[in-house]
């Protein structure tokens, strides 16, 4: 193991979107066995320190790989084409136009039943994201094509949030 290992290779994981949880989850706690802060009391300040800085890197990978947006954006930096969500902003017409009747939607929604049809709507479109995501990474590697599927499942999760408040705000009234 050596600190500047990709993700992948730290767990010990192929380099594709397609992830087995479990195995994860097993790596994970097998890594943080070996490098637990409180097994290196013994040996000093230095060596409590080098363990500590593993302990982070590891559980930063954690999040990184059971995250399926952040496995997706990892993915794509490490084949060379970095998401740049704030600098990079274009998206298809047919998504813009969308995002427009999503917006639209959720002003003028006025019930609780009709918010949580909004969101039943959306989530459906974030899910066929993700196995689009899958087929762009997994299969023909396309990572540019990959990289707009993840700004646009970027929107959608903001999308979602703002669903979601909406939805406490009539429970609430």
Not at 34 to 44: L, M, R, T, W, Y
Not at 79 to 100: K, R, S, Y
Request: net charge negative; charged share 25%.
């Amino acid at each position: 193991m050596k600190l500047d290992d990709t993700d992948f290779a730290l767990f010990q994981l192929p380099e594709q979107f397609a992830l087995d949880v479990t195995l994860l989850n097993v790596r994970w706690k097998e890594l943080q066995a070996k490098v637990h802060p409180d097994k290196f009391a013994s040996e000093g300040v230095a060596a409590q320190r080098i363990a500590m800085q593993w302990s982070v890197r590891i559980n930063e990978a954690y999040q990184r790989l059971k995250d399926p947006l952040k496995r997706a954006s990892l993915l794509c930096e490490l084949a060379g084409a970095p998401i740049h969500a704030e600098q990079n902003t274009a998206m298809p017409g047919v998504f813009l136009m969308q995002q427009m009747q999503w917006r639209e939607d959720l002003e003028e929604a006025s019930s609780i039943y009709q918010l949580e049809a909004l969101l039943a709507q959306v989530l459906e479109q974030k899910n066929k994201g993700f196995a689009q995501i899958q087929h762009f990474i997994d299969h023909d590697k396309n990572f540019l094509a990959c990289a707009q599927e993840v700004r646009a499942i970027m929107f959608i999760q903001k999308l979602i949030g703002e669903i979601q408040n909406k939805i406490y705000d009539f429970e609430d009234s």
